[in-house]
């Protein structure tokens, strides 16, 4: 006698309801379109760390050295890549260093727990006042950036625009910085959303 196994549709279909304990690899809760550039898309989703084999973290480390070049400018400018962290220099649990949609890397502070600071040390060729605007995307209005400069007590505030999902530029604020070597440390403001940094820019105020 033959035991006859039968499967339905449905059975095989089932969509998984939303979980705030459910964990996908990096590919399958990222999707790179020209709308949302990288921003997680279900917000269900924490992203874990993507399984990736001893030449593919071979190969993401070259792909990070080379997109974390600080450059500077004949005009003075200063470009500095959100990838080009001093600290945390690899991805954490709540910052993410990860391909970009318009082409390189990109960091992504996911919405999930408290905001983590990250730092950047670079050296500029001459002192004085700088505009500093960074290009990012939103999913959510509201949102700011702080940023002190080297000793500064107080953060200034970068208002971030809301996006809908594609990269914008906000407001330049100005901060002081010295000859040589400089520290930029920033942290977000309260309650944290999701926000993906492509770069900063650093343009000598005239």
């Known amino acids: 006698m033959v035991a006859t196994i039968v499967t339905t549709t449905a059975s095989i279909h089932r969509i998984p309801r939303c979980s705030s304990s459910k964990i996908t690899t990096t590919s399958s809760a990222i999707r790179h379109t020209a709308h949302n550039n990288g921003i997680p898309v279900n917000r269900c989703t924490p992203i ?10 071979a190969a993401i480390a070259i792909s990070q050295s080379t997109h974390r070049k600080i450059v500077t ?10 990838v080009a962290c001093s600290n945390p220099t690899t ?7 990860m391909k970009s949609y318009p082409g390189g890397l990109q960091m992504h502070c996911n919405r999930l727990g408290n905001a983590e600071p ?10 004085g006042q700088y505009a ?6 939103t999913v959510s209005p509201d949102q700011h950036l702080l940023v002190a400069a080297n000793d500064a007590r107080e953060p200034v505030d970068i208002a971030a625009p809301y996006t ?15 000859k040589g070597k400089n ?24």
């Open 73 to 82: 400018g004949q005009d003075g400018g200063i470009t500095i890549p959100a």
């Open 118 to 127: 990250f730092e950047y040390s670079f050296d500029v060729p001459a002192a």
């Open 164 to 178: 809908i999902g594609k990269w914008e530029q906000t407001q330049p604020v100005e901060i002081t910085l010295v």
């Open 183 to 206: 520290v930029l440390r920033f942290t977000r403001n309260e309650p944290v959303r999701g926000m993906s940094i492509k770069e900063f820019k650093l343009m000598p105020v005239k």
């Open 132 to 137: 500093l605007s960074a290009r990012v995307v």
């Open 48 to 57: 874990a760390p993507p399984s990736t084999s001893a030449k593919s973290h």
């Open 91 to 97: 991805s954490t649990g709540k910052i993410r260093f």
